[in-house]
């Protein structure tokens, strides 16, 4: 027979690791494998950063986030966290509050409990090369400004993908 003690320390330690599943997070690899230096941005969560060549960034993207969305800066010189970048540019900001000004490639994402969706967009202009993939779905990949991969136009419904929530990785490449 149980201690009367056990009893709720068992039901305590289930329904923590319960709530622990239910928020779980989205972790997204950001790469640049570029030549050049790319100042990735991500809204809204994340901010932006400064990635040279070779170097990843990894954020953890909570579950309930909607209208998710990551994009490359290029051009950028900053002084501090205020600056200016020749494309996707956040009004001045290092760590972006509010998605960069056209042209510029998105990978755009909704983290949900049970299933998450993710694409690339090429609607509001191109600007690099870029793949996005998820743990248990396509990888996309977009390397002009017509690529078949990619959002070409707002109604253009059929470059939305699926990939089962919770607990995924995402891997979005500058340069693939």
């Not at 928020?23 to 941005?41: D, E, G, H, L, Q």
């Not at 900053?78 to 290092?94: E, M, P, V, Y």
């Not at 998605?99 to 609607?123: H, K, M």
């Not at 990949?141 to 993908?161: I, S, W």
Request: glycine share 10%.
């Amino acid at each position: 027979m149980a201690s009367p003690v056990a009893v709720p320390l068992v039901l305590f330690l289930v329904l923590a690791a319960s709530a622990a599943g239910a928020s779980a997070a989205a972790t997204f690899n950001i790469k640049n494998n570029c030549r050049y230096t790319v100042w990735p941005a991500a809204t809204p969560v994340g901010g932006g950063r400064q990635l040279n060549s070779g170097q990843t960034w990894t954020l953890n993207i909570p579950s309930g986030t909607n209208g998710g969305r990551v994009w490359g800066r290029t051009g950028c010189s900053f002084n501090g966290d205020r600056g200016r970048c020749q494309t996707g540019d956040c009004a001045g900001a290092l760590s972006c509050k509010l998605s960069g000004q056209p042209p510029l490639t998105l990978a755009e994402f909704t983290i949900g409990t049970d299933q998450d969706f993710y694409d690339i967009s090429v609607i509001d202009g191109y600007n690099l090369p870029m793949s996005f993939s998820c743990s248990n779905g396509p990888n996309l990949v977009c390397r002009a400004d017509k690529c078949p991969d990619a959002y070409l136009y707002p109604t253009d419904d059929t470059k939305n993908h699926a990939c089962n929530g919770n607990n995924n990785r995402y891997q979005v490449t500058f340069c693939p």
